[in-house]
Every structure is written in C-alpha cells, then in structure tokens.
C-alpha cells in the first residue's frame, strides 16, 4: 500500500513538473522581452524542475543518492533566483527597457480608425 503511495506521488510532482517546463518554454518562445522571458524562465526552473526533482528524491527514497537529487534541487533553485535577478539588472543598467505596448488598446485604436474611415467615406 505505502508502494502505491509513494509511487503516486513520484507520478503527481514530476506529471506537475514536466508540465510547469513546458508552460516555461512556451513563454520564453512568445513572450515579448527579455524581463517577461526572463520570469517565465525562471518559474521554469523553479516549479518545474523543482518538482521534477522532488519526485526522484521522493522515488529514489532515503539513501545517498537522494541526499544528492536533493542537493541538486537547492542548488537549482537557489541559482535560478540569483541568475535571473543578475540578467534583469545587467538587461536594465545597459538600457532595455520593458515591453508597454497594450495590445488592447492597439486593436481599440485601429478600431476607431476604421469607423472614422467608414464615416468620412459615408459608408457608415
């Protein structure tokens, strides 16, 4: 029975964490800045591989091999926070700044365009 448990459980963190990766990379790939990219990156790292590993140390048990799954995890989480603050602050004191398009407020703008066109024409 505590097998099944523990086997569920391996299933549900790296299930959870495989999919938190996957979230991750499809933001790096359409997000538009580096800032935006940056934290999609870096929730990657931190939920997704987290979760992966937590489910190997849950998997692998009590033993050496565990001790070092579970260092690795620290190690990952704890650089992934120290990279990425060390990326956003190089990307701001070199000058890029972040991404305010609206996108909203561009398709109300063109919007209101093409109504203002379509009057001035009198079709509207």
Same mark, same amino acid.
């Given at each position: 029975?505590?097998?099944? &448990?523990?086997?569920?459980?391996?299933?549900?963190?790296?299930?959870?964490?495989?999919?938190?990766?996957?979230?991750? &990379?499809?933001? &790096? +790939?359409?997000? $538009?800045?580096?800032?935006?990219?940056?934290?999609?990156?870096? #929730?990657?790292?931190?939920?997704?591989?987290?979760?992966?590993?937590?489910?190997?140390?849950?998997? %692998?048990?009590?033993?050496?091999?565990?001790?070092?799954?579970?260092? *690795?995890?620290?190690? @990952?989480?704890?650089?992934?926070?120290? +990279? =990425?603050?060390?990326?956003?602050?190089?990307?701001?004191?070199?000058? @890029? %700044? $972040?991404?305010? %398009?609206?996108?909203?407020?561009? &398709?109300?703008?063109?919007?209101?365009?093409? *109504? #203002?066109?379509? @009057? %001035?024409? =009198?079709?509207?």
């Amino acid at each position: 029975m505590a097998e099944v &448990i523990v086997r569920s459980l391996v299933v549900v963190f790296v299930s959870v964490g495989i999919f938190f990766l996957w979230i991750g &990379i499809v933001g &790096i +790939i359409r997000l $538009p800045d580096i800032y935006s990219r940056l934290h999609a990156s870096t #929730k990657c790292d931190i939920l997704g591989a987290g979760l992966v590993f937590t489910g190997l140390v849950i998997h %692998e048990g009590f033993s050496f091999n565990g001790l070092k799954m579970a260092t *690795i995890t620290l190690l @990952i989480l704890g650089s992934s926070l120290a +990279i =990425g603050h060390a990326v956003a602050r190089a990307a701001r004191r070199t000058g @890029i %700044e $972040p991404h305010t %398009e609206n996108r909203e407020e561009l &398709i109300r703008l063109e919007r209101e365009r093409s *109504i #203002k066109e379509a @009057i %001035e024409k =009198g079709e509207f």
